[in-house]
């Protein structure tokens, strides 16, 4: 489903991904840990085709990015989703649905929404009204109306309360259910842990680790976070 081969990436000469390999299958989640700068983010902009890798291979559902087309296999959610304010969920959604090339009913708009946890009363206010956790559920609608196989992520947690936290959690176990690819950068050990299949912990450019999120606990992990970077 994803598959990294020994990537590598240098910005001006300095190495920001070394021979960096890894696989994800069809519903896993890989966390992705590691200090700023690490080179999480270029991992995933590498996958998403926002910049050109130097070497290696990346692949989505065995189609090679830059070579084939994999812009409708992924999606992308960033810390802060960029949406329309001045418009609806609904609304928002339908115009990023109709450029991906997919007409939805509002029905079947307000369907995909709901699906995220989005409650119904907020469905047709303005996004300008709308917190992190509720911009990111549209966030992940627009994945799901796309029918993204693999959602790429980035900080998705960073600012979220524990209530949004754990209503996010959540909504990605069910991604992953549906078949779904879950790829995410992020600093949050114990989120990674709840959430995660597999756990990468990558320094300079390098993974320095792949465990499987059912052998590790927090406690443990954190110290390996420590001990590794
Ligand atoms: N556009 C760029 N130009 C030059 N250097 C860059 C560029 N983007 C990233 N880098 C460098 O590449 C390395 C990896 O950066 P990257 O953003 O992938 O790290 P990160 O693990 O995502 O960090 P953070 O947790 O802060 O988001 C860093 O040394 C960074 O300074």
Redesign the pocket.
Known sequence: MLKATNISKS??G?T?LKDVSFEVSKGEIFCLL??????????INIFLGFITKDGGQAFVNDKEVGKDNTNNLTAYIPETVQLYGNLSSVENLNFFSRLAGFKYTTLELEGFLTKTGLQSEALHKRLSSYSKGMRQKVGIAVALAKNAEVIFMDEPTSGLDPKATAEFTKTCKELANMGKVIFM?T?DIFNAVELATTIGI?KE?VLAQQLKASEIDAGKLNQLYLETI
């Open positions: 910005y001006n300095k920001a590691g200090q700023n700068g690490a080179g999480k983010t270029t991992t950068a600093h990558m450019g």
